[in-house]
């Protein structure tokens, strides 16, 4: 029996995307002969990991996991809806919100050393997700995550799997629940008036302007016209200032204020938000597989 090295493992799997695992496992099978293990993994695996990871991953889930005040919220892109549903993609979202929360890890690289393993790959988090990539035949990422750990209390809330809200709080937790629900629904860009971001301010005020300026009126009328919109916008925009969607006699802060409750921050996941998705022209297509055909014949 040859003896299988570290630097075969890498070798195949440079070659072939594969799980280090399988390589390992691929390597053995085949005694250590590098073009028998590769075609072994094409077998198994088929080329998908290597192949599909070029292609756009738009959808996907939002998984949470809450422990006590340690917590995260994390986001996994496949490319079709079909794979939200698949159980052993779910498990890897669930499985790695619950490894970020307990690990800590600085970044989406540092998250797939994470030990895991899940449906016969492993032994990191990574080599599942190549791993599952194989099996299932799309590409699969991990976009991004939000870990928290401090003094305040968490409650999470997940629309379907498509929009994820934590919310840091102090006080009721019925009432943070529901703060978290609003949030999902009417997406407020900070929690007050003075925390929406100065680029999101000028971007509302340069439109307000240009509408100003079409009215034709005085330059002090324009000027109150333009800073009117930008304080509704400031309103629309800002948690506490929202409707809250349960009550619309009320405020967020005001239910907030009710229920004696305060809510330190919030974080807002929603699938596939700001990715651009690739729209097929199946039409387009087909002429172009006849006009291929016709060149070749």
Not at 3 to 31: H, N
Not at 97 to 112: C, T
Request: charged share 25%; hydrophobic share 45%.
């Amino acid at each position: 029996m040859a003896a299988i090295t570290a630097s075969m493992v890498a070798e195949l799997r440079g070659k072939t995307d594969a799980p280090m695992m399988e390589c390992k496992k691929a390597l053995t099978e085949a005694d250590g002969d590098m073009a028998k293990a590769e075609e072994l993994l094409r077998v198994k695996l088929g080329s998908k990991a290597g192949k599909a990871s070029s292609r756009v991953t738009a959808e996907g889930v939002v998984s949470s996991y809450i422990s006590g005040n340690t917590g995260a919220l994390l986001e996994v892109n496949c490319e079709t809806d079909f794979v939200t549903k698949n159980d052993s993609f779910l498990a890897l979202a669930q499985a790695a919100a619950e490894l970020i929360a307990k690990h800590n890890p600085a970044s989406v690289e540092a998250m797939g050393v994470l030990p895991y393993s899940q449906d016969g790959f492993g032994p990191t988090l990574e080599d599942v997700r190549k791993g599952l990539i194989g099996k299932i035949g799309e590409n699969m990422s991990f976009r991004r995550f939000k870990r928290f750990d401090g003094a305040h209390k968490l409650a999470a809330y997940l629309h379907g799997t498509r929009i994820g809200v934590i919310v840091e709080f102090d006080g009721d937790e019925a009432a943070a629940k529901d703060v978290a629900m609003h949030v999902a629904a009417m997406k407020p860009v900070a929690l007050t008036s003075a925390d929406v971001p100065a680029d999101l301010i000028e971007k509302e005020r340069s439109v307000a302007a240009a509408k100003a300026a079409e009215s034709g009126k005085p330059a002090d009328i324009t000027a109150k016209m333009i800073e009117g919109s930008v304080q509704k916008y400031l309103k629309e925009v800002s948690l506490f200032n929202q409707t809250f969607v349960k009550n619309d006699k009320q405020s967020v802060e005001q239910m907030l204020k009710a229920a004696n409750t305060h809510v330190a921050s919030f974080t807002l996941y929603v699938v596939g938000e700001g990715i651009e998705k690739k729209v097929d022209d199946f039409a387009a297509e087909v002429a172009a597989q006849v006009a291929a055909a016709k060149q070749s014949a």
